[in-house]
């Protein structure tokens, strides 16, 4: 039976790969929690890891411009855990709010605007092998320097919202004032270089 | 126990596979999104040490207040050049955008 057009081959592939990958690593995390050699926090830790790389991944690796947006919503999800696992409720919900909400729809309206999608396109140049095998490099420096290092760390309790708009507004205000100065020059020069030009006429 | 190195181990990871994105990428809106990914690795960054080493002030928590507002500002931006781009040359992809003035 021929499959439909939809259902082409990098989704059945991820669909498998997904199944054969994800499927067990949550079953192994599951039964380290219930026999108690990781704890619960732990077993959302790497869960929420493993959902952040996929995204990673997926979003940059993936063929379909489409399919690498929505995987980068997906690793921002992660992320958004991450934050709430960190203790930091505020920028959780920030982090959602943003980038599953503004970021998320800029870049698909982005894409849809400018996908030709008539051709075949080739999303990634000629200089791959060098570009992985320097990120590679890259990754392995840091994470090897961030493993091995040795900190005097306890986590802290919950960051309320209460203490971030005090430090917000009384020890960062200015800056606080500076972004959002940024935010409306780049909306505005976003809108200014994007719009179409008028008539020269109009203009004049 | 989740230590510092865990999160610092998982930042860097993500950061390397933004750094690749930005490397091998064409288009212009690929390029913006692995951006983005970096970006998250470094929020990940300064919460994880806020939370950490700086219960008092958690300032990193501030930072990355900050981080979200610009990313959220430089993908507005980036983009309305993006769209310009495409409309001028009819590509968004950056290898063939390759001279200042047309």
């Known amino acids: ?3 439909p057009a939809q259902l082409d081959r990098t989704i059945v592939t991820g669909t498998i790969m997904a199944s054969a990958i994800g499927l067990p690593y949550i079953v192994a995390l599951s039964l380290l929690g219930l026999m108690g050699r990781i704890s619960g ?3 959302v830790w790497w869960l929420l890891a493993g ?6 991944i997926g979003s940059v690796t993936s063929n379909n411009v489409v399919h690498a947006a929505l995987s980068l919503v997906v690793a921002a999800m992660g992320v958004a855990g991450m934050f709430l696992l960190l203790a930091s409720e505020f920028l959780a919900l920030v982090q959602v709010l943003v980038y599953g909400g503004g970021v998320a729809i800029l870049l698909l309206f982005a894409l849809m605007m400018t996908n030709a999608s008539d051709d075949p396109i ?7 092998p060098f570009g992985f095998g320097v990120a590679l490099i890259m990754g392995i420096v840091m994470v090897s320097a961030m493993v091995g290092a040795s900190w005097d760390a306890t986590i802290t309790t919950v960051v309320s919202f209460r203490d971030i708009g005090t430090r917000l507004y009384r020890d960062y205000g200015v800056p606080f004032e500076v972004a959002s100065l940024v935010l409306l020059v780049a909306l505005v020069g976003a809108i200014a270089i994007a719009r179409r030009d008028t008539e020269e006429s109009d203009a004049a | 126990m989740i230590s510092l190195n ?3 181990a998982l930042s860097g990871v993500l950061f390397a596979l933004g750094f690749y994105g930005v490397l091998v990428r064409r288009s212009a809106i690929l390029i913006l999104i692995a951006v983005e990914l970096m970006l998250a690795a470094v929020s990940i960054n300064f919460v994880a040490f806020a939370s950490y080493l700086d219960a008092k ?7 990355a207040i900050f981080v979200i507002t610009i990313a959220a500002a430089e993908v507005g931006l980036a983009l309305g050049i993006v769209l310009r781009i495409y409309r001028e040359r009819s590509t968004a992809n950056v290898d063939e955008a390759s001279t200042l003035k047309w």
């Open chain 2, 6 to 8: 865990h999160y610092l």
């Open chain 2, 57 to 63: 002030l958690f300032t990193g928590v501030i930072f």
């Open chain 1, 41 to 43: 926090a732990e077993v």
């Open chain 1, 122 to 128: 080739v999303v990634d140049g000629s200089q791959k």
């Open chain 1, 1 to 3: 039976m021929p499959l």
């Open chain 1, 51 to 56: 959902l952040i790389l996929v995204g990673a």
